[in-house]
């Protein structure tokens, strides 16, 4: 077994209806599950913040969701409330067939630091322990799904690529939110790094 299929956020705050809704965020949960049922390990990563938490743009006083702020590790898009440990947006979408899990990693827990990336924080430093689970199971090739494909999923796939991984995103199934044209910047941050985009 050398292969890991990553599947990225795909809870119910990303999806229609969600406090961070990214369109057609739910098209993809039936497509994801026929390439768990196929793949030789499954590794899900749930969003999982405090309520106070500093991406939220609620934390900070007259501030609006999607508003860019300077913070100690660089530049934090503010969010909206989301995925709030415990809460049904939290949840994963209630179609994904989480039984198939060998994994679920929670990022994002803690208060002062955004976490996009299944493999480090936002500060690029402080690790997740994923790495070390892959190598610990001899997987050397990832694939990635979920969402949002600019955010989380691209960022993983980079994180996974400068740590010598192969990585592969299946862009038929995520989705992104393009943010001031944050997906296509993402396809060219992820090609240039090596990442197959396929």
Same mark, same amino acid.
């Given at each position: 077994?050398?292969?890991?299929?990553?599947?990225?956020?795909?809870?119910?705050?990303?999806?229609?209806?969600?406090?961070?809704?990214?369109?057609?965020?739910?098209?993809?949960?039936?497509?994801?599950?026929?390439?768990?049922?196929?793949?030789?390990?499954?590794? %899900?990563?749930?969003?999982?913040?405090?309520?106070?938490? /500093?991406?939220?743009?609620?934390?900070?006083?007259?501030?609006?969701?999607?508003?860019?702020?300077?913070?100690?590790?660089?530049?934090?898009?503010?969010?909206?409330?989301?995925?709030?440990?415990?809460?049904?947006?939290?949840?994963?979408?209630?179609?994904?067939?989480? /039984?198939?899990?060998?994994?679920?990693?929670?990022?994002?827990?803690?208060?002062?630091?955004?976490?996009?990336?299944?493999?480090?924080?936002?500060?690029?430093? =402080?690790?997740?322990? %994923?790495?070390?689970?892959?190598?610990?199971?001899?997987? /050397?090739?990832?694939?990635?799904?979920? %969402?949002? /494909? &600019?955010?989380?999923?691209?960022?993983?796939?980079? &994180?996974?690529?400068?740590?010598?991984?192969?990585?592969?995103?299946? =862009?038929?199934?995520?989705?992104?939110? &393009?943010? &001031?044209?944050?997906?296509?910047?993402?396809?060219?941050?992820?090609?240039?790094?090596?990442?197959?985009?396929?």
């Amino acid at each position: 077994m050398t292969k890991a299929l990553i599947v990225i956020d795909t809870q119910n705050d990303f999806c229609p209806g969600g406090a961070l809704a990214v369109a057609g965020g739910d098209e993809i949960v039936a497509g994801i599950n026929l390439r768990m049922a196929e793949a030789e390990a499954v590794i %899900l990563t749930q969003d999982w913040h405090p309520a106070d938490h /500093t991406s939220f743009a609620s934390q900070h006083q007259g501030r609006a969701p999607m508003e860019v702020i300077e913070a100690p590790y660089g530049p934090q898009v503010l969010w909206p409330d989301h995925c709030v440990q415990g809460s049904d947006g939290a949840a994963f979408h209630p179609a994904l067939d989480t /039984t198939r899990a060998d994994l679920i990693l929670r990022k994002g827990f803690r208060r002062e630091i955004d976490s996009y990336s299944a493999f480090f924080e936002n500060d690029k430093k =402080t690790s997740t322990g %994923l790495e070390g689970y892959l190598r610990n199971r001899g997987i /050397t090739a990832l694939d990635f799904v979920g %969402l949002a /494909t &600019d955010f989380c999923v691209a960022w993983s796939a980079l &994180d996974a690529a400068r740590l010598g991984f192969e990585a592969r995103v299946l =862009t038929e199934l995520c989705r992104g939110i &393009d943010l &001031d044209g944050s997906l296509a910047h993402a396809l060219d941050d992820m090609r240039a790094a090596g990442v197959t985009v396929a």
